[in-house]
């Protein structure tokens, strides 16, 4: 079993990060589970992925995220609650692809694999706040779905095809930044109507005012 060269060392970095942000526990036993079944040499730093006490752990998180993940409203509580363990796990992931070998590079991953790991949790929570609106369950469950796919794609790729995923994230982190940027200024519109209709304030999006707005003023009967 060859040892991962450079350029893939850089690429499952990346892929650490960014699909941390994600699905945290599906990174990380998918990536011991390689380890552990001979299909990839991991690096040193990553070798504790690959204990038998981590894989079943992991397994059984990713069981209960499966299924939160797919409950409207469920899966925001889930995004909030562990936007304090995927963002700082990417980092740490990132670093011990390089943590054995080099000091110098395991802190400038941990830094590339904090950001990507952020963008992309922003990027799905503001994305599945924004889901959530609608009243049905179907863009939910496909949201996440995709994203079950992705991140198993995005490591297969790092490690199978350097480069070709290294370009293919920097246009997916553009693209999250994008989304963030779309979905918060959804959700700040859809805020400051909620925060008017329950001030008793009329709702200036709402056909009611629309109609009231667009009708001619009847005239004064007193002229």
Same mark, same amino acid.
């Given at each position: 079993?060859?040892?991962?060269?450079?350029?893939?060392?850089?690429?499952l970095a990346g892929a650490l990060?960014?699909?941390s942000g994600i699905r945290l526990?599906?990174?990380?036993?998918?990536?011991?589970?390689?380890?552990?079944?001979?299909?990839?040499?991991?690096?040193?730093?990553?070798?504790?992925?690959?204990?038998?006490?981590?894989?079943?752990?992991?397994?059984?998180?990713?069981?209960?995220?499966?299924?939160?993940?797919?409950?409207?409203?469920?899966?925001?509580?889930?995004?909030?609650?562990?936007?304090?363990?995927?963002? #700082?796990? =990417?980092?740490?992931? &990132?670093?011990?692809?390089?943590?054995?070998?080099?000091?110098?590079?395991? +802190? /400038?991953? $941990? @830094?590339?694999?904090?950001?990507?790991?952020?963008?992309?949790?922003?990027?799905?929570?503001?994305?599945?706040?924004?889901?959530?609106?609608?009243?049905?369950?179907?863009?939910?469950?496909?949201?996440?779905?995709?994203?079950?796919?992705?991140? #198993?794609? =995005?490591?297969?790729? &790092?490690?199978?095809?350097?480069?070709?995923?290294?370009?293919?994230?920097? +246009? /997916?982190? $553009? @693209?999250?930044?994008?989304?963030?940027?779309?979905?918060?200024?959804?959700?700040?519109?859809?805020?400051?109507?909620?925060a008017r209709i329950f001030s008793?304030?009329?709702?200036?999006?709402?056909?009611?005012?629309?109609?009231?707005?667009?009708? #001619?003023?009847?005239?004064?009967?007193?002229?």
């Amino acid at each position: 079993m060859p040892s991962l060269d450079t350029a893939q060392l850089v690429a499952l970095a990346g892929a650490l990060g960014w699909a941390s942000g994600i699905r945290l526990y599906l990174v990380v036993l998918l990536t011991g589970l390689a380890g552990f079944m001979g299909w990839v040499q991991l690096p040193q730093g990553l070798h504790l992925l690959a204990n038998p006490a981590v894989l079943g752990a992991s397994g059984f998180m990713v069981f209960i995220e499966f299924f939160a993940d797919k409950i409207p409203g469920l899966d925001s509580l889930w995004d909030v609650v562990h936007s304090v363990i995927r963002i #700082p796990a =990417g980092a740490a992931l &990132a670093a011990s692809v390089f943590s054995a070998d080099s000091g110098a590079m395991a +802190l /400038v991953a $941990a @830094l590339l694999g904090g950001t990507l790991a952020a963008t992309s949790f922003t990027a799905k929570a503001t994305s599945r706040a924004a889901i959530n609106t609608s009243p049905e369950p179907f863009s939910n469950i496909g949201a996440s779905l995709v994203e079950d796919t992705l991140v #198993p794609l =995005g490591l297969w790729a &790092a490690v199978a095809h350097p480069f070709i995923f290294v370009p293919v994230l920097l +246009l /997916v982190l $553009a @693209l999250s930044v994008f989304l963030i940027y779309i979905c918060w200024r959804f959700l700040k519109l859809l805020a400051v109507r909620l925060a008017r209709i329950f001030s008793g304030k009329s709702d200036p999006g709402s056909p009611r005012a629309f109609r009231l707005k667009s009708s #001619p003023a009847e005239p004064d009967p007193r002229a």
